[in-house]
């Protein structure tokens, strides 16, 4: 475990997981935010802040990602896909792992989650009752 303690939503401190390889972050990240898109295009705004949870943790699991790039390097490499899971989202899509692609995914993610907290607040925080 690492020494420092994360912040909510984060799965881990500044260093790639010695547990989880990035192929899984990325099956979380893509999994969860697919749901959670499907279910905000499908509610009305008012409604958005009962996904923010979900799209928050998305979006942690895509920045747990570029973790595993090296110094220097443009994009994971394959020797860090070490499950099962991790190796087959690899070997079906090896340029989703570039840096390039990796920072618009966590940039769109940030982007849904600021636009939810525009939209739409929880009751109790200014938000609709209903």
């Known amino acids: ?10 799965f881990g401190g500044a260093e790639p997981s010695q ?4 192929g899984e972050f990325a099956e979380v ?8 898109g499907i279910s905000l295009l499908n509610s009305p705004d008012s409604e958005h802040h009962r996904y923010r949870a ?5 979006l942690a699991a895509f ?3 570029p973790k595993f790039i090296p110094p220097g390097a443009d994009a994971v ?10 190796r087959a989202r690899y070997e079906r899509e090896p340029a989703k792992f570039d840096r390039d692609i990796l ?7 940030r982007k849904i989650l600021a636009d939810i907290d525009t939209v739409s607040l929880p009751p109790g925080r200014g938000g609709s009752q209903a």
């Open 63 to 65: 920045e747990e990602v």
């Open 29 to 36: 990240g893509h999994s969860v935010s697919s749901r959670a």
């Open 77 to 86: 490499p394959a020797s860090a896909f070490t499950s099962d899971v991790g």
């Open 54 to 58: 979900a799209v928050a943790y998305g």
């Open 103 to 109: 920072e618009m995914d966590i940039d769109l993610s």
């Open 19 to 22: 547990i989880i390889d990035p």
């Open 1 to 10: 475990m690492a020494d420092d303690i994360p912040p909510p939503h984060a």
